[in-house]
């Protein structure tokens, strides 16, 4: 019999005593699993929490441009099987990567409070995107970050770089590249503040949808783990991550679209800035709306409308092709 008065009680019958977290083997996804693990350890000290680590395409294929190998999702469909078929219960992700549509069966539980949302600049020699000398090369795999530094600064050439944070800091150190942009979540989280030299303001870098946020996915007919998961919502985070995915949702854009959308949110107002831009950084369009949080997603909505309206369809079209 069980005791009236346990959590176990309270969550019925069905009582887990495992949760398996899918998760990639970059340093950063098991900090990002880790803490998950951590977090839900504390919550349910009776309850054993382990990963299970995993390959995704995107961590295989690394000498293409991630806009080139396309298909959106390239870092979750390994660790979506695994929960489709039972090996995980849970997976944790980066927002910024998590495609806008689940596959059928699986659902976005929770997502977490957000990290500094910025795009970090890093050099060995310089301080800032301004003060960069003219013809510098800037390491970026992400036509978001190349097309708004482009617009910033015409005169720089940026070079392709992939990898994860570790291989991409190398690839600097080793003199490939005056800067890289990277996201100052990452390195925040693996303890590398310190190679920040500039975070770059949102006027000159509008962040990607999701960025710094994680977000966490089980099976939607899984109501056990949804309720286990519950306490880790961060309200404020999942408002405005809402209205940013509504934006590349609209706008039918991946991560690899050079799609920034970014929301604030003060009080109940909600602020969502969004841009559109050729990755060449020649042609930009902006645009803005703000509107009560309880519609975050419908604002996301307008606010793509209003790019496509201005033109953000020929641009994309012209990537995609
Ligand atoms: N596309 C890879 C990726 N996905 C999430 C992060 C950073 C952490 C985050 O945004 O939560 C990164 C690395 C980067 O963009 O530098």
Redesign the pocket.
């Known amino acids: 019999m069980k005791n009236a008065f346990s959590s176990d009680a309270l969550l019925g019958d069905n009582v887990k005593d495992k949760i398996v977290i899918a998760t990639r083997e970059s340093q ?1 996804a098991l900090w990002q699993a880790n803490t998950v693990k951590a977090q839900l350890e504390s919550l349910y000290p009776n309850i054993k929490i382990e990963l299970l680590g995993m390959t995704t395409k995107g961590d295989q294929i690394l000498d293409s441009p991630l806009s080139k190998i396309g298909g959106k999702g390239l ?1 979750v469909k390994e660790l979506e099987s695994a929960l489709l078929d039972g090996r995980a219960d849970i997976a944790v992700h ?4 998590v495609p806008m549509a689940f596959p059928e069966g699986l659902g976005l539980a929770v997502i977490c409070e957000r ?1 500094d ?1 910025s795009d970090a600049f890093v050099s060995n020699q310089f301080s800032s995107a301004d003060e960069l000398p003219i013809g510098s090369v800037v390491g970026t795999s ?1 036509l978001r970050r190349s097309c708004q530094l482009r617009m910033h600064r015409p005169d720089i050439v940026v070079k392709d770089l992939r990898g994860n ?1 570790n291989t991409r800091l190398r690839k600097l150190d080793n003199g490939e590249y005056d800067a890289i942009i ?2 100052t ?2 390195l925040i ?1 693996l303890e590398m503040q310190d190679r920040i030299q500039q975070r770059i303001p949102d006027t000159i870098s509008l962040p ?1 949808g ?5 977000g966490i996915e089980c099976r939607s007919d899984d109501l056990e783990t949804l309720k286990l998961l519950a306490p880790l919502q961060h309200e404020e985070t999942a408002i405005r991550v809402t209205a940013e995915r509504a934006v590349n949702e609209h706008l039918n854009g991946g ?1 690899q679209a050079p799609i920034a959308c970014f929301a604030t949110l003060t009080d109940d107002q909600l602020w969502v800035r969004g841009l559109v831009g050729s990755p060449d950084g020649k042609n930009m369009i902006t645009s803005e709306i703000r509107g009560n949080k309880h519609d975050a997603k419908s604002l996301g909505i307008q606010l793509a409308d209003d790019l496509l309206a201005q033109g953000a369809d020929r641009i994309l079209a012209a990537i995609y092709d």
């Open positions: 950063l870092f980066s927002m910024k990567d990290e949302p992400s944070v990277l996201a979540a990452g989280r990607a999701g960025q710094g946020a994680m991560c």
